[in-house]
DNA sequence: ATATCTTGTAATCCTAACTGAAACAACCTG
DNA sequence: CAGGTTGTTTCAGTTAGGATTACAAGATAT
């Protein structure tokens, strides 16, 4: 399986918030029309940053803002933000191995280092990619 | 959305080959019993596996085994094995941003680099890990 | 060749997750 | 209070994973 969109999704929203904070109220309206999904879509995963400390909604006024120095908000943020791992793993383990087998006895202690193992190596990179180095590129790209 | 335990499950087996090839025959009802699931679902992977190049599965008579050696077959291997990700992109990204919009437009090719930074981190360590590691353990847990 | 065990594969069913969509109460401001 | 917006629920469609049943096809022993 694939990860979700709902991770690229939520990076273009928190991109379109600082680059159009000046210009616009940025709605869910205004963020499904840029991302072409449905709003509700976009009013999901906007409670799910907020819950993370990431951004502020405005009720009955509308628009949302980030309310954090750009730099310091990593990939790895918006993806536990968004992204719901059951009981933080990424590999999901069979659950019943046959505990009268002496590899089935011993085959979840045997992985679990391991693939604790890479999930710290995706979760390392993505903690090295912030928010800032997307502004970055797309200032490099519009110009 | 987890790996599924299809990876899991597909290391387990050859553990299980590799473990008993000389006392047993390796059949996919032999599997099933010390993984806990349906033979169906072995016979599927064993399926994949052997398209693979990892291992050999003998009809009519029946059994399967490693056809390589242990230390040259690492979990990138067996991953890409039996995972169908679609275009080997760990990512999926949401289909169609608006090219209207200078984010919409420029999404892409911001975050395409980045997130492919995130896949080869995992890539990588799944390469550094062997079968050969995993029969190591099993033979320190058992004794 | 026939009986027997096994693999390969198709067909069904069930469940969970993701996405799209409609609807509406709650909220805020002018 | 009117109008726009968010928060949330609900339903439906799609896809993927896994369990299960069924059976044709292959290989071996006798």
Not at 22 to 45: C, G, H, M, W
Not at 55 to 64: P, Y
Not at 107 to 116: A, M, S, T
């Amino acid at each position: 399986m694939q990860i979700s969109s709902r991770f690229t999704i939520a990076v273009h929203m928190m991109t379109c918030m600082e680059m159009f904070k000046e210009e616009y109220k940025v709605t869910s309206d205004f963020l499904a029309s840029s991302i072409n999904v449905n709003p509700v879509i976009i009013r999901r995963i906007l409670a799910q940053l907020r819950d993370a400390g990431l951004i502020e909604v405005k009720r009955g006024t509308g628009g949302a803002a980030v309310i954090k120095p750009l730099n310091e908000i990593t990939f790895l943020d918006v993806y536990r933000a968004v992204e719901c791992i059951e009981d933080n793993t990424l590999f999901h383990f069979h659950e019943n191995p046959n505990s009268d087998c002496p590899v089935g006895r011993n085959i979840h202690n045997i992985l679990d280092d391991k693939l604790q193992r890479v999930q710290e190596a995706m979760e390392r990179e993505l903690k090295s990619i912030t928010l800032a180095d997307v502004m970055k590129d797309l200032e490099k790209y519009i110009r």
